[in-house]
T-cell receptor
Framework: RKEVEQDPGPFNVPEGATVAFNCTYS??????FFWYRQDCRKEPKLLMS???SGNEDGRFTAQLNRASQYISLLIRDSKLSDSATYLC???????????????FGQGTILTVHP | DGGITQSPKYLFRKEGQNVTLSCEQN?????MYWYRQDPGQGLRLIYY???????QKGDIAEGYSVSREKKESFPLTVTSAQKNPTAFYLC????????????FGAGSRLTVL
């Protein structure tokens, strides 16, 4: 089982649609969770952190379910500009060392069409 | 503006040649990282450095080497021992080791002919 696993998609949705992605992680000791966005042939950029209580940033909502070991990203009212690859990132924890390992999922491709 | 500069953006290499990818940051970050990205796969950690003159192997270090002689610079050498070097290479930095937010460079795309 992969440490961090995402449905690769692609998800093809019309403008205005609501779309949700899930990401599962294998290490129950994982400490921190994030969504990064990567445009085609560009570098990843932090979209949002995922907090235990869930958090919202405009049209984007992130949630964490520790019991089932998954995080989710919900995008409401999709825009053409939301088309990108969304990477799930998990800090697996350092186990006593100073480096907390960040593990990336393979990404979920989203295409929003007119 | 502060950021990370990677060069070259595109690089072509013949089999058997070593190549060095440059990564420079002016963010005054202590930690720097090299990742490799292949189509349909997530980023995989090659090497990381928590502080100047120190670096550690990541998950896929074989066939790669790095140095960290200056805080601003973390070059990656792809050696001829790397069996499948064609990939997109991303350099990143963080304010300190263990920080969760990474700033990435624009990447270097290496193709072996």
């Amino acid at each position: 089982r992969k440490e961090v696993e995402q449905d690769p998609g692609p998800f093809n949705v019309p403008e205005g649609a609501t779309v949700a992605f899930n990401c599962t992680y294998s290490n129950s000791a994982s400490q921190s969770f994030f969504w990064y966005r990567q445009d085609c042939r560009k570098e990843p950029k932090l979209l949002m952190s995922v907090y235990s209580s869930g958090n919202e940033d405009g049209r984007f909502t992130a949630q964490l379910n520790r019991a089932s070991q998954y995080i989710s990203l919900l995008i409401r009212d999709s825009k053409l500009s939301d088309s990108a690859t969304y990477l799930c990132v998990v800090n697996m924890g350092a186990g006593g060392t100073s480096y907390g390992k960040l593990t990336f999922g393979q990404g979920t491709i989203l295409t929003v069409h007119p | 503006d502060g950021g990370i500069t990677q060069s070259p953006k595109y690089l072509f290499r013949k089999e058997g040649q070593n190549v060095t990818l440059s990564c420079e940051q002016n963010l005054n970050h202590d930690a720097m990282y090299w990742y490799r990205q292949d189509p349909g796969q997530g980023l995989r950690l090659i090497y990381y450095s928590q502080i100047v003159n120190d670096f550690q192997k990541g998950d896929i270090a074989e066939g790669y080497s790095v140095s960290r002689e200056k805080k601003e610079s973390f070059p990656l050498t792809v050696t001829s021992a790397q069996k499948n070097p064609t990939a997109f290479y991303l350099c990143a930095s963080a304010a300190y080791s263990g920080a969760n937010v990474l700033t990435f460079g624009a990447g270097s795309r290496l193709t072996v002919l």
